[in-house]
């Protein structure tokens, strides 16, 4: 895990759910064939609706046409974010279309812990709502040592609340790296 994770804002609503973040018509791809699994990043938040998901400025893709990475490394969301149903596909595809990091006011729990155990990407929760003045396209830096956030356009920095024990998962890469280095599990 970086120690500052920085990049551009994409920003969304309330209740954003799995379906919405990778929807199921594209769960066929391989999750390991290199050629696949960037499809993942090509279909990444290509359903979430404009007015329910609360998009600043209009219907501005994540990922452009054609593409299979985002421009946005950091996605900015309200509350419940990941919702619906359990899959790992869903930070999968946030991953593979470059995003480093998620940062809510909160999770649904499946999620969070599929980022987590998977290694996919560090997920913060804001301490307060950062969708109220964060604009997607916003230049951030994520100190993650000071658990803060600094959005560079409002010249202002917000706390973020402390990763707490799943830091060292996501500094080992995942649930199955920090056993195999604890010793939980044997050393492929």
Do not use: W
Request: proline share 4%; glycine share 10%.
């Amino acid at each position: 895990m970086k120690d500052v994770i920085t990049g551009r804002a994409y920003v969304l609503g309330d209740s954003v759910d799995t379906d919405q973040i990778i929807p199921a018509a594209h769960l066929v791809y391989s999750m390991s064939d290199p050629e696949e699994r960037r499809m993942y990043g090509r279909y990444a938040l290509s359903a979430v609706p404009t007015a329910e998901a609360g998009l600043p400025h209009g219907n501005i893709p994540f990922v452009r046409d054609d593409e299979y990475a985002s421009d946005y490394q950091i996605v900015v969301a309200g509350s419940n974010f990941g919702c619906g149903s359990s899959r790992e596909h869903a930070p999968f595809a946030l991953q593979v279309a470059g995003v480093e990091a998620v940062i809510a006011s909160s999770y649904a729990r499946i999620f969070y812990r599929n980022a987590v155990d998977g290694g996919f990407l560090v997920s913060f929760e804001s301490v307060e709502r950062l969708v109220d003045v964060v604009e997607t396209g916003d230049e951030l830096e994520i100190d993650v040592r000071a658990g803060t956030v600094t959005a560079e356009r409002l010249d202002q920095t917000f706390l973020l609340r402390p990763l707490g024990e799943v830091a060292a998962i996501i500094e080992a890469g995942g649930i199955f790296e920090y056993a195999r280095q604890a010793g939980m599990i044997e050393k492929q």
